[in-house]
């Protein structure tokens, strides 16, 4: 969950270590550090933000063209100096950025401490450097990459890691196993970054390293190997990733801008996959795998947080048109019981990154047990998309802000695709109707653009409400998902306690909660479900609760009743959850903002979790 970066060529090393640090801090903003080979390895630390460690070395010596940096969210270790990466070992041959956990690192540390070896900080990481160190000191021949080599024969755990040697100063070693690393390639001169967004700039062309890869990078040349020491063939990608699309541009906060951009996503999601007659969905990444997503008896969709909200909107659309069992399923769950899967279920995952640790290791489970494992991410080259037989791009683009937003419409919009188009295929749906929902789905972006012209007024809203300590949300249905993203919306960026609840279940308990202090969010478009909600919401009223109900467009019912309302456009019930997400996006962006809270980078999170 933490950023790395690293150079080496003919360049000046630290602008652009410091300039992919910046392009990285949405995955760590704890604290920062480089480390440089300038005939000594200097190594500059601090905690904060990127910005507190270019102040802090903007008087030193911070020439040379082979360098390392790193932005940490933490683990092993508080925010601090001492933790800060890159940790050198012992006798300063070693400096080392990690992202990971080392599983057996007190082993390890107990075995060095009775070797002669003292520990600076808390951290797995400067176990990892000393143990390098120890091996690299037992043999005057040893390299510093047969060291990094025979150390990770050792540990137990994730890692991705950049290492540096004093001893070999136009040397990187890089290596990774369950946390991600790339390769930037240049003419003389190569990249290492975490994800691609610091590099883009630089390079178009890149190597994403696999599970167990390690990689020396010279100056003339780089070999790939694994860690057992057999050779690994190259496969070289293209980036396709604008470096606008990493700038806030005219908006105050990434939050926003990625709210905003969400009609577009959408459509960016759907275009070229929705025929112009709406009588077809092409999706050419399942086109092999469909006979047998037919043939399933059970899908079970796997996913984390906001990724998991977005699944239980897709068990509503895949069990109501599609009739197919489906279970729904958090990764870090899964992958500690011992699910029941046979070859003939479907598995779906979904992960923005395409590289969080939980997801990735649901994952490997239910390959080993022969179902079929299909992805739905973001990220071209990434883990998920290399490692699942089949998959969808969500085309969102790059997503900054922490608190996922765009993010989530497009995995949803990408959902219901594969849901209607299953449905379409098993005639469990009517041409008529399936015509009329894909014509609903092509309708969202322009009703999205109304929605966000409300801003103000959700603005306004949020003053009222912004001193709460505690929220509720409750929804019905596909809206019931929609409740728990609004909640957990709230919950990330703005550090009130949030609940989100299914609205039939409230008198079964958070009704208790309900007083004229408690504002209750209630996501109420006229559907199915409506005249339920309606009582739901004068149960809350009974009890003096100040309700904020989303209704559609010329709803004058619950004008009435609630003590605000914001207005979406009518859509389908089953589209209801990409119009309805909005406001509450904007509704926690405004609380939070109202509060003082960085809404881009909020407290103990990070945006790509990719250790468990």
């Known amino acids: 969950m933490c950023g790395i970066v690293g150079y080496i060529g003919n360049k000046a090393a630290f602008p652009i270590l410091i300039n992919g640090l910046k392009r990285l801090e949405y995955r760590g903003y704890d604290s920062a550090g480089v480390a440089l080979l300038n005939g000594t390895l200097e190594c500059f630390r601090k905690k904060g933000k990127v910005a507190d460690?270019?102040?802090?070395?903007?008087?030193?010596?911070?020439?040379g063209t082979v360098g390392i940096g790193h932005t940490r969210w933490a683990?092993?270790?508080?925010?601090?100096?001492?933790?800060?990466?890159?940790?050198?070992?012992?006798?300063?041959?070693?400096?080392?950025?990690?992202?990971?956990?080392?599983?057996?690192?007190?082993?390890?540390?107990?075995?060095?401490?009775?070797?002669?070896?003292?520990?600076?900080?808390?951290?797995?990481?400067?176990?990892?450097?000393?143990?390098?160190?120890?091996?690299?000191?037992?043999?005057?021949?040893?390299?510093?990459?047969?060291a990094v080599q025979l150390a990770l024969s050792k540990v137990v755990g994730a890692y991705g890691i950049a290492v540096l040697c004093k001893n070999e100063n136009n040397k990187i070693v890089v290596a990774r196993k369950g946390s991600p690393l790339v390769v930037g390639l240049g003419d003389g001169e190569y990249f290492i970054a975490s994800d691609a967004s610091p590099i883009v700039e630089y390079t178009s062309q890149v190597i994403y390293l696999n599970d167990e890869d390690i990689a020396l990078l010279q100056k003339d040349g780089f070999t790939l190997k694994n860690v057992q020491n057999n050779p690994v063939s190259l496969k070289i990608s293209n980036l396709n990733l604008e470096i606008g699309a990493m700038d806030k541009g005219d908006y105050d906060y990434f939050m926003l801008k990625e709210i905003y951009e969400?009609?577009?996503?959408?459509?960016?999601?759907?275009?070229?996959?929705?025929?112009?007659?709406?009588?077809?969905?092409?999706?050419?990444?399942?086109m092999q795998v469909f006979p047998k997503i037919e043939k399933a008896q059970r899908?079970?969709?796997?996913?984390?947080?906001?990724?998991?909200?977005?699944?239980?909107?897709?068990?509503?659309?895949?069990?109501?048109?599609?009739?197919?069992?489906?279970?729904?399923?958090?990764?870090?769950?899964?992958?500690?019981?011992?699910?029941?899967?046979?070859?003939?279920?479907?598995?779906?995952?979904?992960?923005?990154?395409?590289?969080?640790?939980?997801?990735?290791?649901a994952l490997h489970l239910a390959k080993a047990e022969g179902a079929t494992v299909l992805g739905i991410c973001n990220v071209v080259g990434s883990s998920l998309a290399r490692e699942t037989h089949a998959g969808v791009y969500t085309h969102a683009g790059v997503e900054i802000g922490v608190a996922s937003t765009k993010a989530f419409t497009a995995q949803v919009t990408v959902l219901t695709m594969i849901a209607l188009k299953l449905a379409k295929r098993k005639a469990t749906i009517s041409d008529t109707d399936y015509?009329?929902?894909?014509?609903?789905?092509?309708?969202?972006?322009?009703?999205?653009?109304?929605?966000?012209?409300?801003?103000?007024?959700?603005?306004?809203?949020?003053?009222?409400?912004?001193?709460?300590?505690?929220?509720?949300?409750?929804?019905?249905?596909?809206?019931?998902?929609?409740?728990?993203?609004?909640?957990?919306?709230?919950?990330?960026?703005?550090?009130?306690?949030?609940?989100?609840?299914?609205?039939?279940?409230?008198?079964?308990?958070?009704?208790?909660?309900?007083?004229?202090?408690?504002?209750?969010?209630?996501?109420?478009?006229?559907?199915?479900?409506?005249?339920?909600?309606?009582?739901?919401?004068?149960?809350?009223?009974?009890?003096?609760?100040?309700?904020?109900?989303?209704?559609?467009?010329?709803?004058?019912?619950?004008?009435?009743?609630?003590?605000?309302?914001?207005?979406?456009?009518?859509?389908?019930?089953?589209?209801?959850?990409?119009?309805?997400?909005?406001?509450?996006?904007?509704?926690?962006y405004h609380i939070a903002l109202l509060k003082g809270c960085n809404v881009d980078q909020p407290r103990n999170l990070a945006k790509s979790v990719t250790v468990e």
């Open 75 to 146: 683990t092993h270790g508080e925010p601090s100096d001492k933790n800060a990466h890159p940790h050198t070992s012992l006798n300063g041959y070693f400096s080392i950025v990690h992202n990971g956990i080392i599983e057996n690192y007190a082993k390890i540390k107990s075995d060095l401490e009775a070797h002669g070896y003292t520990f600076a900080s808390d951290t797995d990481t400067e176990v990892l450097a000393n143990l390098i160190e120890f091996f690299y000191r037992q043999d005057d021949t040893m390299s510093a990459e047969a």
């Open 53 to 63: 460690l270019e102040q802090f070395v903007s008087e030193k010596n911070c020439n």
């Open 262 to 286: 969400q009609p577009k996503t959408i459509e960016e999601t759907f275009r070229g996959r929705l025929q112009n007659d709406y009588s077809e969905i092409v999706l050419g990444g399942l």
């Open 435 to 588: 015509k009329m929902l894909v014509k609903e789905l092509a309708a969202v972006p322009e009703k999205g653009r109304i929605i966000l012209q409300e801003n103000e007024k959700i603005r306004q809203i949020a003053e009222k409400y912004h001193e709460a300590i505690n929220a509720l949300y409750l929804g019905r249905g596909y809206l019931f998902p929609v409740a728990l993203e609004g909640a957990l919306k709230l919950k990330e960026i703005s550090y009130i306690h949030a609940e989100g609840y299914a609205a039939g279940e409230m008198k079964h308990g958070p009704i208790a909660l309900v007083d004229n202090n408690l504002p209750v969010v209630v996501v109420a478009p006229q559907d199915d479900y409506y005249e339920k909600v309606v009582s739901n919401i004068q149960e809350v009223k009974a009890r003096k609760g100040n309700v904020i109900a989303v209704v559609t467009e010329g709803d004058t019912g619950l004008k009435a009743l609630a003590n605000d309302v914001i207005e979406i456009p009518k859509s389908h019930p089953a589209m209801a959850p990409l119009l309805a997400v909005m406001p509450l996006q904007l509704l926690a």
């Open 299 to 361: 899908i079970v969709i796997i996913g984390c947080g906001t990724s998991w909200h977005a699944a239980l909107i897709a068990e509503y659309l895949f069990e109501e048109y599609a009739r197919v069992s489906v279970e729904v399923e958090y990764a870090s769950e899964f992958r500690y019981r011992k699910p029941v899967l046979s070859p003939d279920d479907v598995v779906i995952l979904i992960s923005q990154s395409g590289e969080t640790a939980d997801t990735l290791a």
